[in-house]
């Protein structure tokens, strides 16, 4: 099992930045890649950005160039900094972890953050 707290959320104004932490914990060997997800009132949970054991990353289309995800190993840590915050980026943020079961077909059990409310300001 793997344990995933989030922390970072909050209010801040359009144009404004915000560092959202995932502190995973359990059996984080077994981790193939991290990210985050969002998901907007009345909306379906979207992918925000993900980054693999190897540090490959993976940004949406509506993010990248604002939003940068990283992580510390030392510390079991991704972080998600956003900067150049919109409204449209309000949404509850949740950190996904998964492992990957089987390639063919392809499987993988996902771990899920209780999720960091992120707020924008117009």
């Known amino acids: 099992q793997v344990q995933l707290v989030e922390s970072g959320g909050g209010l801040v104004q359009a144009g404004g930045s915000l560092r959202l932490s995932c502190a995973a914990s359990g059996s984080i060997f077994s981790i193939n890649a991290m990210g985050w997800y969002r998901q907007a009132p009345g909306k379906q949970r979207e992918l925000v950005a993900t980054?693999?054991?190897?540090?490959?990353?993976n940004y949406a289309d509506s993010v990248r160039g604002r939003f940068t995800i990283f992580r510390d190993n030392a510390l079991n840590t991704v972080y998600l900094q956003m900067s150049s915050l919109k409204p449209e980026d309000t949404a509850v943020y949740y950190c996904?972890?998964?492992?990957?079961?089987?390639?063919?077909?392809?499987?993988?059990?996902?771990?899920w953050g209780q999720g960091t409310q992120v707020t924008v300001s117009s």
């Open positions: 996904n972890a998964y492992t990957v079961l089987t390639l063919t077909p392809p499987a993988r059990h996902d771990y």
């Open positions: 980054i693999s054991l190897g540090g490959v990353t």
